[in-house]
């Protein structure tokens, strides 16, 4: 099974919570980004926390080792089940991520490769795969890679093994559902169904991905 993962990328606090309640049955982690938490707070955890799944802070930090730190502590002690984090920083800024989300019984995932048109700006030439090494060194959970490069996610499997991938850029982005899901553990879907009329039929259409 492949799972579902719902970017929620809303900035009203009653609006976010109706999207995942509608959602909830059909996915497996709820994903949130700057958006809603410069919204709502760090507190929308807690309005979050009913719907019974696993929450994803998608703060791709990256700072120094202690920032990193601080950041990482405030995110679980939140309420947080993982944590989304850079790896350009260096090792050791991401080792820091991952020793906080490991010491509070989390996880933690290093982007490998972004999913939108100027990732390749940067992340080319052996960059993502250095970044999916260093994931590996430092022991994280898995990496995230880009559902609208499919050829890029087989080559990080290569360097990541049985860690975990969850992709971003499917839907909105152009990335193909079913394609991506074959090489990934978890595909990742934000405004394709939290701008649909209909968010829960939106995410139970998403979800034959689960079966």
Do not use: W
């Not at 994903?31 to 410069?38: E, H, I």
């Not at 609208?148 to 559902?177: F, W």
């Amino acid at each position: 099974m492949t799972e579902l993962i719902l970017s929620l990328d809303v900035t009203d606090r009653r609006r976010a919570v109706a999207v995942a309640e509608s959602c909830a049955p059909f996915i497996d982690a709820i994903k949130v980004g700057y958006p809603l938490v410069l919204a709502a707070g760090l507190s929308i955890v807690g309005d979050l926390s009913g719907v019974g799944l696993p929450l994803i802070a998608d703060f791709k930090v990256a700072d120094i080792p202690n920032t990193n730190r601080l950041i990482c502590e405030a995110v679980f002690s939140a309420g947080f089940d993982a944590v989304i984090a850079h790896g350009f920083v260096g090792g050791d800024a991401a080792r820091a991520c991952v020793e906080v989300a490991h010491n509070h019984g989390g996880a933690a995932y290093i982007v490998a490769e972004m999913s939108h048109p100027g990732a390749t700006e940067y992340f080319h030439g052996g960059v993502a795969e250095h970044l999916a090494a260093l994931a590996v060194a430092c022991r994280a959970d898995g990496i995230i890679a880009p559902a609208t490069r499919p050829d890029r996610i087989g080559r990080l499997r290569e360097i990541v093994g049985e860690r975990t991938i969850y992709s971003p850029g499917v839907g909105a982005q152009g990335g193909d559902l079913d394609t991506v899901a074959r090489l990934v553990d978890g595909v990742i879907v934000g405004r394709s169904i939290y701008e649909a009329a209909d968010p829960g039929a939106e995410a139970e259409r998403f979800s034959r991905i689960r079966r």
